[in-house]
């Protein structure tokens, strides 16, 4: 009876889950700790790597100016778009460590930052996607063995723990993580939430979140989705960037996007 009990409790929670496509998934949970604007929901995109082929987009190497998710996702036939990271003050420059195959936008590696996210390998000897934690990872070594790295602003170490000290300032977030089975998650939230907080509320769900990465806040965090049936743009805010309905205004153009497409590949294992 217990066992019939589980296994009908991860039918559930699996369904909870929209399918967009194949190893593809969507889902907005209602955050256990409300914010003070907007509908305090955390919209997570479940990406298995398998399936999908992950891009890093920027005006230094592509040219052009800096433009929505939307608009990025449209020009160059991505599914989901996101912010690839900060940027400097020069609206181009990441300003972590920034890496797409001969192109370099930022050579410098940050000390301060203990995230990198990695994609596009170089051989089959490691995994197609991973978030690399300089602190329980040779990322000298590792930096060697991908083509593309974008390096933000650790949030959840490899020893679980949430390494962001809390602050007084809250506003909208987008970040990256990988979850304890290998699929790369897509978070944010509209609803404004200290750093610190936002990290304590993804670790609460019931996502197997293994590691996490910053990418962008306020109102320039974005995330746009297009699959099949399902298109969505998220947009983010800060404070009296807010209406009273906890509403948002236009998207904001950004220059460094990471993008998903699908692999032409024949059916795998869909997690």
């Known amino acids: 009876m217990a066992f019939a009990v589980l296994i009908t409790a991860a039918v559930a929670a699996a369904e909870n889950w929209k399918r967009l496509d194949e190893g593809l998934y969507l889902r907005e949970f209602e955050s256990p700790q409300k914010s003070d604007m907007g509908n305090s929901k955390i919209t997570v995109v479940k990406i298995n790597p398998a399936y999908y082929a992950f891009k890093l987009l920027t005006v230094s190497e592509f040219g052009g100016k800096a433009m929505t998710a939307r608009e990025w996702a449209k020009k160059y036939n991505l599914m989901i778009a996101t912010n690839a990271g900060m940027y400097q003050a020069d609206s181009s420059t990441s300003v972590g460590y920034m890496k797409n195959f001969s192109h370099v936008n930022n050579p410098k590696v940050s000390k301060a930052y203990k995230s990198a996210l990695a994609f596009n390998p170089v051989d ?9 934690d300089s602190e329980c990872q040779n990322f000298e070594e590792l930096k060697g063995k991908y083509n593309t790295l974008i390096q933000n602003i650790r949030m959840v170490s490899c020893t679980n723990k949430n390494v962001w000290a809390q602050q007084q300032s809250a506003w909208s977030i987008a970040a990256v993580g990988k979850d304890k089975n290998g699929n790369v998650l897509l978070l944010f939230s509209r609803s404004p939430y200290t750093v610190h907080d936002f990290i304590d509320i993804i670790m609460s769900l019931p996502i197997s979140i293994a590691s996490a990465a910053y990418l962008e806040g306020g109102r320039q965090a974005s995330l746009y989705i297009s699959a099949k049936d399902t298109e969505i743009e998220k947009i983010g805010g800060y404070g009296t960037d807010y209406d009273e309905g906890g509403t948002f205004q236009t998207a904001w153009p950004i220059p460094n996007v990471i993008g998903i497409v699908k692999k032409q590949l024949p059916n795998t294992l869909d997690k």
């Open 124 to 132: 089959s000897t490691v995994a197609d996607a991973q978030i690399i």
